[in-house]
């Protein structure tokens, strides 16, 4: 999601502010980073490896073509004059767990939206088997738990049917209804099935920060009745459609998707691009402003696929739906993304039209072809999708833009940062909603700007290694951090634990300065201090400048205090030892460069001379009295000799 409650909009209204009040004096010089793996003097050899990863993912027993994937059939009609869909769900589900299960556990996410009048209720269920029955099932909170007489074992299946109506929210939102321009927006809809995972069924509860998408995969068909006016837009490919009366049946392919969502409206225009058997469509308000923009969204829609697909692999869906909607932001759904109507006619230097869109397409690889835990672990797919939005623009040669926007997030985090202190990326929902701030400014921008000194660590060719991989080995199923770090650590041939310890799990920032700085001879040593905390191991960039020579090595520093010397292969009076320079390096400092002079003390030409010149004179009545006695001696030798 690229925040769209009311909790998104806050972060997302300070961002705005700022992206205007915050001049870009900040040069992180990300562009001409020379931080790259394979340059480290004394890192480890950069080797590949192929193993694969051992993987979380606790459905052991799913088939790999997912036969055995549960399967959701929907017969729904949408009723405009009281806001609602009715709908009867089959669900036929084969139990994939290595353990018998006695009870079912089911989401009913539109429980959450009480307080503005949307629910669910559920009407009846009943099981087709008669091996089967059902004891009791009650809606505690927001979950559906179904009791069974007998536990279902592993590989036994049944098909359960489930029906119910959703009452839609009437507020501007990703779940619920408007008036002007009449349309509805139906997402996290209808009883979904919990993922049973080492902790038994998930029951976190939906989040209005954050996204409630952790979810197995399963096979989706529907069959939707709605007025015979309305655009629709699905997760689904269409089929075909009939109609009756003042009503019309839209049908859709039967597809292996982790969610279906919904949009419908009369006032919905189309624009449809296709690409590589793909169809993109762009749906939007049929107004003059809006259309401007709309007819460009299916395009930018195939560009950011393009664009993606040659970064990570395919993307394994028919169809992509970009749709308007009168929330704010944007807002991810399999197939499907909802963009703010306002970004439309949002025409500034910083393009959140396009920043949102291709943000919320990041989504289609992470949390869905590939899933996450997103309520345990939600930095895993924000800073992933943040990352890939300013990608994008350096993808299609605008580096330029792409500096901007991660100048803007560097300033920004930091400014953050020095007002309410760092904090670790790890946490889950539970305590983002508990604190109540920071959560956008957190996982969205700290989580994305960790990433990029990843990307700058490794380089970009390994660095998307490591996500192609990551794309072959889990699509499909569910990724967790553990396997995250694995893929990285495997691929990469590197242990980069070091990097994720003190990067995702530890707070603070490094404060780094260059301290006591002398010389013997031609060697320089000095000491790099890390004033923001005794934990930080980082490859650091030293540059030893003189009037003769540019020496530049990339060298580790490790804890608080760190001793360090670079050898001159000329003699000079003076320098500048500079550190950190075109390094994409997270730190509480604002200066763009961490730099110290020195000076060598050592006896200049003009001091040899006038220090000759005494020695000399020091000599002449050494040598004056060597001299007579020499003559002297010879005096002697002669009178004898006569
Ligand atoms: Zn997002």
Redesign the pocket.
């Known amino acids: ?2 925040k769209i409650t009311n909790f998104k909009l806050v972060f997302l209204g300070s961002l705005l502010l700022l992206m205007l009040v915050l001049p870009v004096t900040l040069s992180t010089n990300r562009q001409t980073s020379t931080i790259v793996a394979d340059k480290m003097t004394d890192a480890p050899p950069l080797t590949r490896k192929s193993e694969t990863v051992d993987c979380n993912n606790t459905h052991s027993l799913l088939t790999e073509d997912f036969t055995t994937a549960p399967s959701y059939q929907f017969t729904s009609e949408l009723e405009p004059e009281t806001a609602t869909i009715s709908s009867e769900m089959q669900l036929n589900y084969t139990n994939m767990e290595n353990t018998s299960l006695t009870q079912l556990v089911f989401h009913l996410h539109p429980r959450a939206f009480r307080d503005y009048d949307g629910d669910i209720e559920i009407m009846a269920i009943s099981i087709e088997e008669e091996t089967f029955n059902i004891t009791e099932w009650r809606v505690m909170a927001d979950l559906l738990e179904v009791d069974l007489n007998v536990p279902i074992q592993p590989l036994e299946h049944m098909n359960i049917h489930i029906y119910f109506v959703t009452t839609l929210p009437n507020i501007a939102s990703r779940f619920g209804y408007v008036n002007d321009p009449e349309s509805y927006f139906i997402t996290n809809w209808y009883p979904v099935l919990a993922v049973y995972d080492v902790n038994g069924w998930d029951r976190s509860p939906y989040t209005f920060a954050g ?1 409630s998408f952790y979810y197995d995969m399963a096979f989706y068909e529907l069959e939707l009745t709605v007025p015979k006016n309305f655009q629709v837009a699905c997760s689904l490919p269409f089929q075909q459609q009939s109609s009756s009366g003042t009503t019309k049946q839209l049908i859709y392919e039967k597809t292996l998707i982790r969610d279906i969502a919904i949009a419908a409206s009369p006032e919905f225009e189309t624009s449809i691009t296709k690409w590589n058997g793909k169809t993109i469509t762009s749906f939007f308000y049929k107004d003059q402003e809006l259309d401007f923009r709309g007819s460009q969204a299916d395009e930018l829609g195939k560009e950011t696929l393009i664009v993606y697909t040659e970064a990570f692999g395919e993307y394994v869906w028919d169809t992509l739906s970009i749709v308007s909607f009168p929330g704010g932001g ?1 807002m ?1 759904y399999p197939g499907l993304v909802l963009i703010s109507a306002e970004l439309y006619l949002n025409w500034t230097s910083i393009d959140r039209y396009t920043e949102v869109i291709v ?2 397409i990041a ?1 289609q690889y992470i949390p869905f072809m590939l899933g996450t835990d997103s309520y345990h672990e939600p930095y895993i ?2 800073p992933f ?2 990352w890939c939005s300013i990608y994008y623009y350096e993808a299609i040669g605008q580096t330029e833009a792409a500096d901007i926007i991660w100048d803007l997030e560097y300033g920004s985090y930091l400014k953050y940062a020095g007002g309410n202190g760092d904090v670790s990326l790890d946490h889950d929902m539970s305590y983002w909603e508990a604190v109540g701030m920071g959560y956008g400014m957190v996982i ?1 921008t700290k989580g994305a700007l960790v990433l990029e000194m990843l990307r700058q660590y490794l380089g970009i060719e390994l660095f998307l290694d490591c996500y192609r991989a990551m794309y072959d080995q889990f699509r499909g199923g569910n990724l967790y951090f553990t396997d995250f770090i694995n893929i990285f650590n495997t691929v990469s041939g590197l242990s980069l634990d070091w990097f994720f310890n003190q990067w995702f799990y530890q707070t603070g920032l490094p404060w780094i300065e260059i301290e006591s700085i002398t010389s013997t001879g031609s060697v320089v040593n000095f000491t790099i201090v890390n004033k923001g905390g005794d934990w930080f191991k980082l490859p650091l960039s030293i540059e030893l400048e003189t009037p003769y020579e540019t020496i530049t090595q990339i060298r580790w520093i490790n804890g608080s205090s760190t001793n360090l010397s670079l050898t001159l292969n000329h003699f000079t009076e003076n320098g500048t030892i500079t550190v950190a320079k075109n390094q994409f390096l997270l730190r509480k400092q604002y200066t763009s460069t961490i730099s110290a002079d020195f000076e060598i003390t050592i006896i200049t030409s003009s001091e040899i001379t006038n220090q000759s010149s005494l020695a000399i004179l020091a000599l002449v009545p050494i040598i004056i009295i060597s001299v007579y006695n020499y003559q002297r001696m010879n005096l002697k030798r002669r009178k004898k000799g006569k």
Do not use: F
Request: net charge negative; aromatic share 8%.
């Open positions: 999601m690229r996204e944007g991810e943000h919320e989504h797919d924000e999708a943040v969205y």
